[in-house]
Structures are given as C-alpha cells and as structure tokens.
T-cell receptor, first 116, second 116 residues
C-alpha cells in the first residue's frame, strides 16, 4: 500500500529565510509521481511542484524546489526566500502509475507560518 | 483556461438532511475525483471517475453517499442522510487522464459542509 508521511505539524520561519518541509513515502510501484500542494485558509489546493520517480534531476519551480532522495524515499519541499503569502498548509502527495485508480494519496500536511 | 468549478461554496444543514454538491472539471479532463477533507487532515479520496465510468469508489460510504457523472463532464456528489461526522470540505479535482503518474491533478476551491 502507498503511504505519505509528513512529520512536522507546524513550521515557523521569518521572511526571506529558506525553509524545508519534510515528506517521506512508501510504495512498491516502480513508477510514481510526487506532488506538493499549498492550501491557504480559503481552502483551494494549489499545485506547486511535481517530481517523477525516474527523473534524474530535482524539480524546481521558481522559489520551490524538491529535494528528491529516491533511496531514502524522501521528497522534501524547499521554499527559498519565504514571503508572508507563503503562510498556508502544505501537503505532500503521491500518485502511482500501476494501480487502477491512480488518485493522489496525501499526507497529513504541515502548517507553515511566515513572520515579518 | 477555466479551473475546476464547484458549488455551493458553503452549506450548513441539520443532521439527517440531504445535500448535493456540483462540480465542473477543466475542459477536456477525462478524470474527475471527489475528495473529503476533514479539518486538520489531508484529503481522502471518495470516488474517481474516468469519463462517465467509476474507476474507484472503495472509500465511498455507499449507504449515504452517492455520486454520478452522467455525461462524462460535470458531476454531482450527494449525501443523504447527513451525519455530524460528514462536516468537512468536499474537494473536486480533475486531470487529463489516469494513465500517467505525471498528469497533474487540479482542484477546485471546495464546498464547505457543516452538519449541525
């Protein structure tokens, strides 16, 4: 069975600092995708970044980068130069390729608070 | 490109009443998902459609929840009768198809349900 673990309930950072949000996963599928979503208090799930299991390089999208360590089964999100607008809930999620459903499986999330 | 549309945005009902949520996915997206997100937790898949067929409804409480996607486009999720523990955000999402783990899943703003 697939599983996503996020062990940090909350993280606090000051503006302009970098922050790393941890995510570990478990799967027996050789092909899978890892995603990070941001959920502000408004409730919408906003897609941030994607990493494929066969990708050789770590994914980057603007201030977001994914530190993918396949052997350790970790996919940590790094946000550089934090901004006040980054305060939100962040979810790590995984999607398999061989299951019939291939829906996203989510972790419990990490609340990020950015202060000035 | 328009995003995933959901309505109503907020709903308050008494227990044992019924409620229906509507979702219109991104144009051209064959796969549609309904997720339930209880406060403080990650979203949990309720049902997944591929066009107008059900791919995965293993976690849908079928004694009270039902969903349909009759013409392979928009979808309705119904709860009847509602229980207090159904209070949650109901997120609709869509993706181009389910064949690749890399296809991004896009979410709507969610329908917030409070059962009193």
């Amino acid at each position: 069975a697939q599983k996503i673990t996020q062990t940090q309930p909350g993280m606090f950072v000051q503006e302009k600092e970098a922050v790393t949000l941890d995510c570990t996963y478990d799967t027996s599928d050789p092909s899978y995708g890892l995603f990070w979503y941001k959920q502000p208090s408004s409730g919408e799930m906003i897609f941030l970044i994607y990493q494929g299991s066969y990708d050789q390089q770590n994914a980057t999208e603007g201030r977001y980068s994914l530190n993918f360590q396949k052997a350790r089964k970790s996919a940590n999100l790094v946000i550089s130069a934090s901004q006040l607008g980054d305060s939100a809930m962040y979810f790590c999620a995984m999607r398999g390729a061989n299951q019939a459903g291939t829906a996203l499986i989510f972790g419990k999330g990490t609340t990020l608070s950015v202060s000035s | 490109e328009a995003g995933v549309a959901q309505s109503p945005r907020y709903k308050i009902i008494e227990k044992r009443q019924s409620v229906a949520f509507w979702c219109n996915p991104i144009s051209g997206h064959a796969t549609l998902y309904w997720y339930q997100q209880i406060l403080g937790q990650g979203p949990k898949l309720l049902i997944q459609f591929q066009n107008n067929g059900v791919v995965d409804d293993s976690q849908l409480p079928k004694d009270r929840f039902s969903a349909e996607r009759l013409k392979g486009v928009d979808s309705t999720l119904k709860i009847q009768p509602a229980k207090l523990e159904d209070s949650a955000v109901y997120l609709c999402a869509s993706s181009r198809d389910r064949s690749s783990s890399g296809n991004t899943i896009y979410f709507g703003e969610g329908s917030w349900l409070t059962v009193v």
